[in-house]
């Protein structure tokens, strides 16, 4: 079972900065099995990121997706206010579905 | 637009049985699989059970295999999940979510939409 970590588990930053959110896989894993998860309190998860760096629809520019092997990045250029949320990385294949523990972004 | 509605949630005490129900709608809900995951409180997500779009296979989490059922019944755009001998730990928020694809293809496993769950609390 591919086990998923990620870090830091808060990040606190300003409107306007980088965020660089890591995701780690315990094994190498396609680059194309990879996506990327936003929550904010009370609400659903929202599709940010699949297959690794593709951008769900009406997902803005400023969310990138990147990385292979066992190492992954989600990037926020920019941070907005609506940004300050929980980000999850998710494995997905045929069988077998595993998240990460979750990155708080919170303002700083 | 997508739309999935889940219901039956509510309190169980352990060792209990409950029955989630989803109703999709605005989409074709017999051309997708479907998952349910659930998020105790305060925590991370975690997947439960998987279902190909015709109900031919299916897949469970460790923690639940044994304990839990995934169907679907695409002539009610409906998705279940019937769970079994509850336990504490089965505390959570369970989301009803639809991939991008049928199932059989593992590059759309990955889920597109998802509903806004439904709460399951085991206690005595």
């Known amino acids: 079972e591919i086990v998923l970590t990620q870090s830091p588990g808060i990040l606190s930053l300003s409107p306007g900065e980088r965020a660089t959110l890591s995701c780690r896989a315990s094994q190498s894993i396609y680059s194309d099995s990879l996506a990327w998860y936003q929550q904010k309190p009370g609400q659903a998860p929202r599709l940010l990121i699949s297959g690794g760096a593709r951008r769900a629809t009406g997902i803005p520019d400023r969310f990138s997706g990147s990385g292979s092997g066992t190492v992954f990045t989600l990037t926020i250029d920019k941070l907005e206010p609506e940004d300050f949320a929980v980000y999850f990385c998710h494995h997905y294949d045929i069988s077998q579905f595993t998240y990460g523990p979750g990155t708080k972004v919170d303002v700083k | 637009q997508v739309h999935l509605v889940e219901s039956g949630g509510g309190v169980v005490q352990p060792g209990g049985s409950l029955r989630l129900s989803c109703v999709g709608s605005?989409?074709?809900?017999?051309?997708?699989?479907m998952h349910w995951v659930r998020q105790a409180p305060g925590k991370g997500l975690e997947w439960v059970a998987f279902?190909?779009?015709?109900?031919?296979?299916?897949y469970y989490a460790d923690s639940v295999k044994g304990r839990f059922t995934i169907s679907r019944d695409n002539s009610k755009n409906t998705l279940f999940l019937q769970m079994n001998s509850l336990r504490g730990e089965d505390t959570a928020v369970y989301y009803c979510a639809r991939i991008d694809g049928a199932g059989y293809y593992d590059k759309t496993t990955y889920i597109e939409s998802w509903g806004q769950g439904t709460l399951v609390t085991v206690s005595s």
């Open positions: 605005g989409f074709s809900f017999n051309d997708y699989g």
């Open positions: 279902i190909w779009y015709d109900g031919s296979k299916n």
